[in-house]
T-cell receptor
Framework: KAGVTQTPRYLIKTRGQQVTLSCSPISGHRSVSWYQQTPGQGLQFLFEYFSETQRNKGNFPGRFSGRQFSNSRSEMNVSTLELGDSALYLC?????????????FGPGTRLTVL | KNQVEQSPQSLIILEGKNCTLQCNYTVSPFSNLRWYKQDTGRGPVSLTIMTFSENTKSNGRYTATLDADTKQSSLHITASQLSDSASYICVVSAQQAGTALIFGKGTTLSVSS
């Protein structure tokens, strides 16, 4: 079974621009969660989509948004980029339900904002 | 406030030695606790997941324990190898609809020869 894929792997943008990141979950998984990882804050939860609906949301500003398509693929968008948005963005897929609902992470997209 | 605290922040050990990493949490209502291993530049990989009723779980040389009463967990690594050098992250899931995880900041383990 193919793992979680994220594209692009690396991205360089300038302040004020917007960016879209993509995540393809493991086949059969209906939940996709997005996380931001920085050296200072560690991993922080952005949001979770399940069957095309946002099911949970972390404490990030409205500049961060996402969506999920009918094939469970998900995109995350960040508008009006700030220097502080430089981070590793990880997505994780899971069945979305069940006792453990184990999450499998992708390799991440490294975003650098100049 | 839901929080996960890990200690130590970093650790250096010799190859072949054992070590134990600690995790304290204040997440309520508790659903499950996970330990992840993250190699530099890669996504985290799950090592163990434990629910309220499970107090120990092993995955090869990794053994996790959970004390739900004191809200503490530990990850014990036996006979360390150079490939164990990584960040180990404790993650707690709160009981609610969906998958909302609270992450610790991790313990960076360096295994030297």
């Amino acid at each position: 079974k193919a793992g979680v894929t994220q594209t692009p792997r690396y991205l360089i943008k300038t302040r004020g621009q917007q960016v879209t990141l993509s995540c393809s979950p493991i086949s059969g998984h209906r939940s996709v969660s997005w996380y931001q990882q920085t050296p200072g804050q560690g991993l922080q939860f952005l949001f979770e989509y399940f069957s095309e609906t946002q099911r949970n949301k972390g404490n990030f500003p409205g500049r961060f948004s996402g969506r999920q398509f009918s094939n469970s693929r998900s995109e995350m968008n960040v508008s009006t980029l700030e220097l502080g948005d430089s981070a590793l963005y990880l997505c994780a897929s899971s069945p979305g339900q069940g006792k453990y609902n184990e999450q499998f992470f992708g390799p991440g997209t490294r975003l650098t904002v100049l | 406030k839901n929080q996960v605290e890990q200690s130590p922040q970093s650790l250096i050990i010799l190859e072949g030695k054992n070590c134990t990493l600690q995790c304290n949490y204040t997440v309520s209502p508790f659903s499950n606790l996970r330990w992840y291993k993250q190699d530099t530049g890669r996504g985290p990989v799950s090592l163990t997941i434990m629910t309220f009723s499970e107090n120990t779980k092993s995955n090869g040389r990794y053994t996790a324990t959970l004390d739900a009463d004191t809200k503490q967990s530990s990850l014990h690594i036996t006979a360390s190898q150079l490939s164990d050098s990584a960040s180990y992250i404790c993650v707690v899931s709160a009981q609610q609809a969906g998958t909302a995880l609270i992450f610790g900041k991790g313990t960076t383990l360096s295994v030297s020869s």
